[in-house]
């Protein structure tokens, strides 16, 4: 084992049996800078695709928000998925573009986004409750990266009911 390896065991998310499992070698030969922004892009793809699995579980369910037909953006011959599906897109994109940004440089972990702002009484748990929820979220997120992978070719394929899914 080398020692870049090595040196991210105690990360969070490095997770039994496998550790830190970095299998393309991305952050060998690199500081710890490159590996905090590969954790924070990690983090807020696990948060988009959390996102993505309950908007599409929403809808699969049959539940559409009011003005879903938006006829400021001319999609009248598009489906009814598409069209309510891009403006929901456009405005999360928009809205995690620009606040999911460290704007005070007063992050205490990557993918913190407080900027001094909230607080829900974070700062007075303790490191391993924090450390704890963190692992929490990183693991929900990279089973929601699957999770909507796995919808979206299951989808293409055309058999959603044969894995227990509804068809929207």
Same mark, same amino acid.
């Given at each position: 084992?080398?020692?870049?390896?090595?040196?991210?065991?105690?990360?969070?998310? /490095? =997770?039994? !049996?496998?550790?830190?499992?970095?299998?393309?070698? @991305?952050?060998?030969?690199?500081?710890?800078?490159?590996?905090? *922004? &590969?954790?924070?892009?990690? =983090?807020? *793809?696990?948060?988009? +695709?959390?996102?993505?699995?309950?908007?599409?579980?929403?809808? /699969?369910?049959?539940?559409?928000? !009011?003005?879903?037909?938006?006829? +400021? @953006?001319?999609?009248?011959?598009? !489906?009814?998925?598409?069209?309510?599906?891009? !403006?929901?897109?456009?405005?999360?994109?928009?809205?995690?573009?620009?606040?999911?940004?460290?704007?005070?440089?007063?992050?205490?972990?990557?993918?913190?986004?407080?900027?001094? @702002? =909230?607080?829900?009484?974070?700062?007075?748990?303790?490191?391993?409750?924090?450390?704890?929820?963190? +692992?929490?979220?990183?693991?929900?997120?990279? /089973? +929601?990266?699957?999770?909507?992978?796995?919808?979206?070719? *299951?989808?293409? &394929?055309?058999?959603?009911?044969? =894995?227990?899914?509804?068809?929207?």
């Amino acid at each position: 084992m080398d020692t870049i390896t090595t040196s991210y065991q105690n990360e969070i998310g /490095a =997770i039994a !049996p496998l550790g830190f499992f970095d299998p393309l070698g @991305l952050v060998k030969d690199e500081s710890q800078e490159k590996f905090d *922004h &590969l954790s924070e892009v990690e =983090i807020r *793809h696990g948060r988009y +695709a959390m996102l993505a699995v309950t908007g599409w579980l929403t809808t /699969a369910a049959g539940v559409r928000l !009011p003005g879903m037909g938006f006829k +400021a @953006l001319l999609m009248e011959g598009l !489906p009814s998925e598409v069209r309510g599906t891009i !403006p929901l897109t456009l405005m999360t994109v928009f809205c995690l573009t620009v606040f999911m940004q460290d704007t005070t440089g007063e992050n205490a972990f990557p993918g913190d986004y407080r900027n001094g @702002l =909230i607080n829900f009484g974070w700062d007075k748990q303790t490191t391993e409750w924090q450390n704890r929820k963190r +692992a929490i979220e990183l693991n929900n997120g990279r /089973a +929601a990266q699957m999770g909507i992978l796995g919808i979206m070719i *299951h989808e293409q &394929l055309g058999n959603l009911n044969d =894995i227990g899914l509804p068809q929207p």
